[in-house]
C-alpha cells in the first residue's frame, strides 16, 4: 500500500522558517494537500493541490510538491502555528495521510 | 457554509457492530463525494472509505474491507458507516469530512468510537 512519510516533529522560533516534508513514491504525480490540526479540534486544510491556499488561510502557509517530495512551508511562523500538520495524496482511488509532524513553536 | 455533525458513537463489545451518521447542511450535499476518517487516540488521521455523488462508487481502506460499509441517503443530506465484526484497534474518533477535487474542504467534529469489553 502507498505510504507518505513526515519527520515526527519541527522545532521553530517565532518569525522564522517552519519546513515539513511528505516523502512518498512519485508523490510529484499526485495531488498533495496538507491539513492543520489543534488538540481536541477537527483538522483544517491549509494548501490543496500542492499550492493553492484556501480562503482565511494565511499568505505564511505555501506548498510545493515535486519529484518524491511535497512540502509545507510556514514563513513567520507564529505561535498560533503550534499544531500537528498531516499531508494527504490519493492512490488508486483511496485516500492516502501522511505520518503527521508537531510543529512547535519556541 | 458547510455543517457536518457526526453522530452514533458510543462503546461496543469486540465483534460487535455500530452505525454512525453524519448529517450535512449548508450546501448541496448530492453533489459531493464524502469520506470517512478516524484518528486512533495519539495517533496520526487514517482515510476509512469514501462514497461518490450517487452512492455508485465506494472505496475502502484494507483494514476494514468486508467489515464496514458506507453509504449515503441524498434526500436525508446524510451520510453513513456501518461497522460490524468490530476490533479494539478500530477505536477512534471518526470524523465525516466532505470531499472537493480529492481535498477535504469540510470537516465534522467527529464522533468517538470504542471498542472494549
Known amino acids: 500500500s502507498y505510504e507518505l512519510t513526515q519527520p515526527p516533529s519541527v522545532s521553530v522560533s517565532p518569525g522564522q522558517t517552519a519546513s515539513i516534508t511528505c516523502s512518498g513514491d512519485?508523490?510529484?504525480?499526485?495531488?498533495a494537500c496538507w491539513y492543520q490540526q489543534k488538540p481536541g479540534q477537527s483538522p483544517v486544510l491549509v494548501i490543496y493541490?500542492?499550492?493553492k491556499r484556501p480562503s482565511g488561510i494565511p499568505e505564511r502557509f505555501s506548498g510545493s510538491n515535486s519529484g518524491n517530495t511535497a512540502t509545507l512551508t510556514i514563513s513567520g511562523t507564529q505561535t498560533m502555528d503550534e499544531a500537528d500538520y498531516y499531508c494527504?495524496?490519493?492512490?488508486?482511488?483511496?485516500?492516502?495521510f501522511g505520518t503527521g509532524t508537531k510543529v512547535t513553536v519556541l | 457554509e458547510v455543517q457536518l455533525v457526526e453522530s452514533g458513537g458510543g462503546l461496543v463489545q469486540p465483534g460487535g457492530s455500530l452505525r454512525i451518521s453524519c448529517a450535512a447542511s449548508?450546501?448541496?450535499?448530492?453533489?459531493?463525494?464524502m469520506s470517512w476518517v478516524r484518528q486512533a487516540p495519539g495517533k496520526g488521521l487514517e482515510w476509512v472509505a469514501n462514497?461518490?455523488?450517487?452512492?455508485?462508487?465506494?472505496y475502502y481502506v484494507d483494514s476494514v474491507k468486508g467489515r464496514f460499509t458506507i453509504s449515503r441517503d441524498n434526500a436525508k443530506n446524510s451520510l453513513y458507516l456501518q461497522m460490524n465484526s468490530l476490533r479494539a484497534e478500530d477505536t477512534a474518533v471518526y470524523y465525516c469530512?466532505?470531499?472537493?477535487?480529492?481535498?477535504?474542504?469540510?470537516w465534522g467534529q467527529g464522533t468517538v468510537v470504542t471498542v472494549s469489553s
Open positions: 469530512a466532505l470531499e472537493s477535487f480529492k481535498h477535504f474542504d469540510y
Open positions: 449548508g450546501s448541496t450535499f448530492s453533489n459531493y463525494w
Open positions: 462514497i461518490k455523488q450517487d452512492g455508485s462508487e465506494k
Open positions: 512519485k508523490l510529484g504525480d499526485k495531488y
Open positions: 493541490q500542492d499550492t
Open positions: 494527504q495524496a490519493w492512490d488508486s482511488s483511496t485516500g492516502v
